[in-house]
């Protein structure tokens, strides 16, 4: 049972978005949105299989693993297959990897998720798209809640067995991403587009 649960656990692992492709009532054509949201469907599809992977290899300590190696490379790969950035936010103060704390306009985004989330909104419902006074060279930035599911907490809840707390504390000293509950606004994953397109595509 217990491994049952872990198994959906690390399913789960550091998945930055709730299952992607929410149905959009946003324009019917709106190529530069559709990519924002494909990069992160892609990333977000991508991480759950190779944790799945870890998983079934190597267990829990390697789904650890996985979140510290692999998500950056695999944001990398579809960072350049898109031609956007994207990348996890924490909860400001709330940080696992020290690079993945919120600033600018990924904070303040993420701020009004956490006043919606506060008044009773769900924080797997928190989407905005920014297209106005944006820098130079910025078509569009979104931004999608992460929110805290059972599977999380094993990782990031307050209850967290002695071996995972172990592997985590190794490879992040100063980890802030504990103490969370089901239902919490853990983070949000974030895209941003260039103005002009920088996908690399191989033909
Ligand atoms: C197996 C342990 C594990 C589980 C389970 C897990 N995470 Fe993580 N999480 C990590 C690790 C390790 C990192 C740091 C990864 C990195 O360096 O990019 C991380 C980072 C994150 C980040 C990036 C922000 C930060 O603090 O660095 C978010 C957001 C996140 N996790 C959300 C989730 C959510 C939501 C779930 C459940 C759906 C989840 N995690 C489940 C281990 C886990």
Redesign the pocket.
Known sequence: MRRQAFRV??L?????MPAAARPSSAAPEDPVLDRAKAAAQVFSGQLRARLQAAMQAGG?IA??DV??ME??RIADAVMAEYGVSLG???LPG????PA?AADDWKLAMLESFRQRVSDGEAAADQFAVMRERLPDGVALRMMRG????P??L???GSDIAPQ?RTA?IA??PDDH?TGFAVGDL??ALWVQVPATPATVDAP
């Open positions: 656990v690390i789960a692992a550091c998945i930055a829990p789904a650890v979140c510290n998500a950056p996890r936010v924490a709330r940080n696992r990897n993945q992460i929110a805290t599911e599977g999380c094993a990782c990031h995972i985590i490879r992040y991403a853990r983070g």
